[in-house]
């Protein structure tokens, strides 16, 4: 089994910088066509360079209820009637080619109804130019003098460009001129008269700074994009008019029947940019050839006549110009290898095919899909500039819809920041257009407002800087010099060249060899003569030769062994290199294997990372539930001890208070016993030592008071209690402030002396708020002594804050106020009956007729802090 070959991930292309802090709007400019006919209604009027105002026509307010309401548009400029060709170039079109030269990208292209004039505006008219041979013409007259040799540069199949050495390039242009496919005019061919007028451009219109030490090449592309298909228009199909073509039933198929041609596909390059793969891109060297083969491909266009225009363009036609140039290398004479330093840059200038209504149109059939489809493309156009403006605008990050059509996928990268993009309206003012033209204007008006970063410069090379003239002032220099020491000439033969003609010459004549007299001795001499001289001459010559011979030869021993000298240098030196690199790549492939281990290690420890931090989240998860579940407990439980604490001091306190009503009250019955069975003693005494027949009647007690009565010694009913210690009277400072609590139930003593306290704030129930102002708190009790009397308590204590931000009392001292008269306790007389039962006496008599106890506690789990409550004994009554 073959193991699983891990893929590799992708390496994520580099992307052109580009300066996204420069940004430069969609440059939008307004061209108005002339009328058809003077008599024309005309809805469209230029107010100044850079405002039109469109106004509806008479019809269409009738049938708007008379509405009239005139709309402005403002565009950079504004081009009227009268504008002529050239005006329109050197605005609009001129800054893209020189941008061009300079190695960046431009995208132009036309906008507007059908019969707008766009196709005017981007071709022209015989005898008058349009943007696209003008911007031919001024590319080529920058650069005609610095043009590398063709096939020098040669484009591949992913939107690059490489440089071909010049064998290469030879190759290229012999195999060229050896196939019998008619090739592009040159500049001695006779141009075609079609279109011979349209490349005619009398001003003569370049860029002033070109890189004169740069070598250019020009390639040139035109395709079409119909019903949403990519075509190439320059693509050769052969078709052989004898052979017929046949489909799939085996039946020849009719010339109105032929197969279109293969659609293309749109890529995208190391530098995100798309491109048409599989196009047809040609190198010109001149205005004429690039246009002819312009001219060769718009002959293919699809064109329809429509109810609007005699000739419409059913599809959108995109002219592609690329520029590839690359530095000269320090000589000056070749070009530079290095890919690197090989500048690409394109202009595309596009013909949009206009918008139409098919209510205007009357299309049907195959001409009803194709307005559909260009409609659809326009409409997508517009989406993007939308959704573009918005991002921009308002922040967005939402994503534009380009891959929606082939058109706005074509050209995403100019609205990327790739280059500058100018857009041309076209209106036609008649009143017949008046919605059209109103909707393409409120689209163009809205492009202007989308902003496109603006491309850096490219590096220099570092090389100096005219090295090409250099270069030819040199050959130049050279050939006079060798022209002067009678070297090579220019036009002379080959002999004359190399100096061969000159050592016969200098031979003597032969003398006239016919002999006419037998006896005629004198012509042999004079022959022998001059070739003995000849000889002789020949023999130096050779000698000569023989001597330049040698030294040539040592001289050529001397190249050889400097050569050789040399070559094992280099080799020494390279195999030094290879030893050098082959160690790097050791080195390399230990680093690649380290790397992978440490990144095998580095997913483990993810991995283990992952785990620990998911186990950590749920222990910590568990900790806190844990947590919260302690203090719920902890609350519960100090919430119930609290609860409990409060329940054990009340029923303490309720007990305690019990207890003391029951003594108090067993105490009260205890003494009343006493008093009753002593004033029975008292009355059998009276009755004894003075018998009295009237009935004894009890004294009142003011009656008492006024006229007290002797009383007979009787031990006290009281039980004896122990000894209570005293204490100390506490001084108190001036600057504290007490609660003077006098309960409502209290009685009113008409004594002398009653209890006074400065800075006091009276109360009849206590309160937080007097209690947070005071410092002292004193409750004013009453109740009923052992011997009848009220006996007035003054309980004191501290007020401090509690926790839960209340007030709180603790008692510290009781002063006791007790009212006595000297008469003693009044009795009451005897009733009629001597001998009343002992039930009847405890239950008639009593001495108080209101028994008052108050007290002041703080209950437990109050929400307000401590609390404060009364609770009051009721009266005892007689039964």
Request: aromatic share 6%; with cysteine.
């Amino acid at each position: 089994m073959k193991s699983a070959r891990a893929k590799t991930p992708r390496r994520p292309a580099l992307k052109k910088p580009s300066n996204s802090s420069l940004k430069d709007p969609v440059g939008v400019y307004c061209r108005v066509r002339p009328l058809s006919r003077p008599d024309q209604e005309c809805c469209i009027e230029v107010i100044n360079e850079t405002t039109v105002q469109i106004h509806p026509p008479e019809g269409y307010r009738i049938f708007r209820n008379g509405e009239y309401r005139e709309t402005q548009y403002s565009f950079k400029e504004v081009f009227g009637t009268l504008v002529v060709q050239k005006e329109l170039f050197d605005v609009v079109a001129k800054p893209l080619v020189e941008d061009l030269i300079r190695g960046k990208n431009g995208l132009l292209f036309t906008y507007g109804v059908t019969g707008s004039g766009k196709t005017h505006t981007m071709t022209g008219s015989p005898g008058d130019g349009g943007l696209l041979p003008r911007c031919l013409d001024m590319i080529f007259n920058s650069i005609g003098p610095f043009q590398a040799k063709r096939f020098v540069f040669k484009l591949d199949d992913k939107n690059g460009v490489e440089v071909q050495c010049e064998v290469d390039a030879l190759l290229e242009r012999q195999k060229r001129d050896a196939m019998p496919v008619t090739k592009t005019p040159s500049g001695k061919r006779q141009i075609d008269p079609e279109f011979a007028d349209m490349i005619n451009v009398q001003e003569h219109c370049k860029v002033e700074e070109v890189d004169e030490d740069n070598v250019y090449s020009v390639f040139v592309s035109y395709i079409e994009i119909y019903n949403n298909y990519i075509y190439d228009l320059l693509e050769e199909t052969p078709f052989e008019p004898i052979k017929p073509k046949w489909n799939s039933c085996n039946t020849p198929v009719r010339n109105g029947d032929l197969i279109p041609p293969q659609s293309k596909l749109l890529r995208e390059d190391q530098n995100h940019n798309m491109y048409v793969t599989g196009c047809t891109e040609v190198e010109v060297k001149s205005t004429e050839e690039a246009f002819e083969v312009f001219w060769r491909g718009q002959k293919k266009r699809r064109i329809a006549n429509t109810q609007l225009n005699r000739e419409s363009s059913r599809s959108h036609s995109v002219f592609i110009i690329k520029l590839a140039q690359a530095p000269l290398d320090a000589d000056g004479d070749n070009v530079l290898q290095e890919k690197e330093q090989i500048i690409l840059s394109q202009l595309s200038l596009v013909d949009l095919a206009g918008s139409e209504r098919t209510n205007r149109t009357k299309a049907e059939g195959s001409r009803l899909r194709e307005a559909g489809n260009i409609n659809q493309s326009l409409m997508t156009l517009r989406t993007c500039i939308e959704v573009l403006r918005e991002n921009q605008m308002y922040g967005t990050n939402k994503m534009v819809p380009y891959r929606d059509s082939k058109l706005t996928h074509l050209f995403k990268n100019y609205f990327d920041g790739e280059g500058k993009v100018r857009m041309i309206v076209c209106v036609n003012p008649k009143a017949e257009d008046y919605e059209e033209s109103l909707q393409v204007m409120r689209f163009a008006e809205m492009t202007q407002e989308v902003e496109v970063a603006r491309p850096v410069d490219r590096a220099l090379c570092g090389l100096t800087p005219g090295r090409r003239y250099r270069n030819q002032a040199f050959k130049e220099e050279l050939a006079r010099k060798l022209e002067l020491r009678g070297g090579p000439i220019d036009g002379e033969p080959p002999e004359e060249q190399f100096g061969l003609e000159s050592p016969l010459e200098s031979f003597p004549p032969l003398p006239p060899c016919e002999l006419l007299d037998i006896e005629d001795d004198q012509m042999v001499p004079k022959l022998m003569e001059v070739l003995e001289k000849r000889r002789q001459m020949r023999q130096a010559l050779s000698e000569e030769f023989s001597k330049n011979a040698l030294a040539l030869k040592k001289i050529l021993q001397d190249f050889d062994s400097n050569v050789a000298s040399k070559e094992k240098y280099f080799q020494a030196k390279l195999s030094e290199k290879e030893k050098t690199i082959a160690g790097q790549k050791t080195e390399l492939e230990r680093l690649e294997k380290k790397i992978k281990t440490l990144e095998y290690k580095i997913e483990i420890l993810e991995k283990t990372t992952t785990i620990y931090e998911e186990d950590k989240r749920s222990l910590q998860q568990e900790l806190e539930n844990k947590n919260q579940k302690l203090q719920r407990q902890a609350s519960d439980k100090r919430r119930l001890e609290a609860r409990l604490q409060g329940m054990v001091t009340e029923t303490t306190m309720k007990w305690e208070r019990e207890c003391e009503r029951r003594v108090a009250a067993k105490q009260l019955e205890m003494q009343n016993k006493l008093w009753v069975k002593d004033e029975k003693l008292k009355q059998l005494k009276a009755i004894v030592t003075e018998p009295k027949t009237d009935k004894p009647e009890r004294p009142s007690r003011e009656r008492d008071r006024e006229k007290p009565a002797p009383r007979s010694v009787s031990p006290s009913p009281a039980p004896s209690a122990p000894p209570v210690r005293l204490r100390q009277r506490r001084s108190r400072s001036a600057g504290e402030r007490w609660v003077d609590h006098k309960p409502a139930s209290n009685l009113p003593t008409d004594t002398v002396l009653q209890p006074h306290v400065p800075h006091a704030i009276t109360v009849a129930a206590a309160s937080e708020k007097a209690l947070a102002k005071c410092d002292k708190y004193m409750l004013t009790h009453q109740e009923l002594a052992s011997d009848g009397e009220i006996e007035t308590k003054l309980i004191k204590g501290d007020v401090f804050k509690t926790r839960g931000g209340g007030q709180a009392v603790q008692f510290t001292e009781i002063e006791t106020l007790k009212q006595e008269s000297p008469t003693g306790r009044k009795r009451r007389s005897s009733p009629s009956n001597p001998d009343p039962p002992e039930d009847a006496a405890d239950s008639e008599w009593t001495d108080v007729e209101t028994r008052c106890s108050v007290a002041v506690e703080m209950r437990a789990g109050s929400v307000l802090g401590p609390g404060y409550q009364h609770h009051a004994q009721p009266k005892r009554r007689k039964p």
